[in-house]
């Protein structure tokens, strides 16, 4: 399919601090937008000025939920090269949550090549401060004006651009985590694989709860038995135990993140061992009471890399080490984003080069 590009006459003024960004606040010129009807497929791809779209009272989406999402980042190198980190990763994902919520697959090759256009077109937005990016939000959304619950019929794809800096605005300072004790994101046989809104809507009760409390973000324990760790509201977790790196393995209720991939693969390649597999929170406090939890830390596109320096379960108060920032932690963020910005060499092809 051959995208359609307008251009905007109306430029909006870019923002004039970039140390002061913050995540999603702003919007670029123009987004992607393609359709899906029945009988026609995907059809008209094109690239327009930002602006409002126009939805029925009774759309599906916004009574039944039927949208899912990505997160990605294009990043502007020292040299002036764009690149971006693992894009068919995310548009494979996005097809696993359009199966799941019985979306149409997309062409993931050319939803990648959409994204690259999209790109292109606002380059002069992607910021140049220090740990700042262009943030890339693809999501599909039902457009059926109906007040009926069914797969949809019609769907826009779309793809929207936001110039972002550090996610938390402590930057990689370790971050305070509260255990969640009482409310339930996912269950396995449910949505919690899935990137789609519906999961975050059932985290906002528990998140609120933990920032009134003074903590950055929640730590999800499994519905059913409520003992093994899940993520983080916004991250896949890691714990360092005496020299062993755990994840919780993936079991349907868990977001398979592409930078907790990429940094499973990292860290193997250098050596360390890593295991996915359940794990409890009653053995990441004993690890912590006996002097063997070393390190803890998120993945995710936003942070890439967030270290823990602090875990609250109930009356447990945990500081992993001293609350300051580990070395395996600082390492991989290191690596990471030194891949991403094009300043250490990509031995493991992750990066694609936009312009």
Request: hydrophobic share 40%; glycine share 8%; with cysteine.
């Amino acid at each position: 399919m051959q995208i359609s590009i307008e251009h905007t006459k109306s430029p909006k003024q870019k923002p004039l601090d970039q140390t002061k960004l913050g995540f999603g606040v702003y919007t670029t010129d123009h987004m992607f937008i393609m359709n899906y009807d029945d009988g026609e497929g995907w059809h008209n791809p094109r690239i327009v000025p930002y602006a409002p779209v126009a939805l029925d009272p009774t759309a599906m989406c916004l009574h039944y939920g039927q949208e899912v999402f990505e997160g990605m980042k294009a990043y502007l190198t020292e040299d002036k090269r764009i690149l971006l980190f693992r894009p068919d990763r995310n548009m494979a994902r996005l097809n696993s949550s359009n199966e799941r919520l019985c979306i149409p697959q997309i062409d993931e090759e050319f939803a990648v090549e959409a994204i690259k256009e999209l790109v292109k077109v606002d380059a002069d937005w992607i910021p140049t401060a220090p740990d700042s990016s262009l943030y890339i939000r693809p999501f599909i959304f039902a457009t059926d004006a109906r007040l009926g619950v069914h797969p949809a019929h019609h769907l826009l794809f779309m793809v929207v651009l936001s110039p972002v800096g550090a996610y938390y605005p402590q930057g990689l300072n370790p971050v305070k985590i509260y255990v969640e004790n009482n409310f339930v994101r996912a269950v396995r046989g449910g949505m919690g694989f899935v990137k789609t809104a519906g999961n975050y809507a059932a985290s906002l009760k528990a998140q609120d709860e933990a920032e009134k409390k003074n903590y950055t973000q929640v730590l999800w324990l499994d519905g059913v038995e409520r003992k093994y760790i899940e993520e983080v509201g916004t991250m896949n977790v890691f714990f360092k135990i005496n020299g062993e790196l755990i994840t919780p393995s993936l079991d349907g209720a868990t977001l398979p993140g592409v930078t907790r991939m990429s940094t499973i693969e990292l860290l193997r390649s250098n050596g360390f061992t890593v295991t996915e597999r359940k794990i409890s929170i009653d053995e990441v406090a004993d690890a912590a009471a006996n002097g063997l939890l070393e390190e803890a830390f998120g993945t995710g596109t936003a942070a890439v890399i967030s270290p823990i320096g602090e875990l609250l379960y109930g009356e447990n108060n945990m500081i992993i080490n001293n609350g300051e920032i580990g070395v395996v932690s600082q390492m991989l963020y290191d690596e990471l984003t030194g891949i991403q910005w094009g300043k250490k060499p990509d031995k493991f092809g992750w990066t694609v080069k936009i312009i």
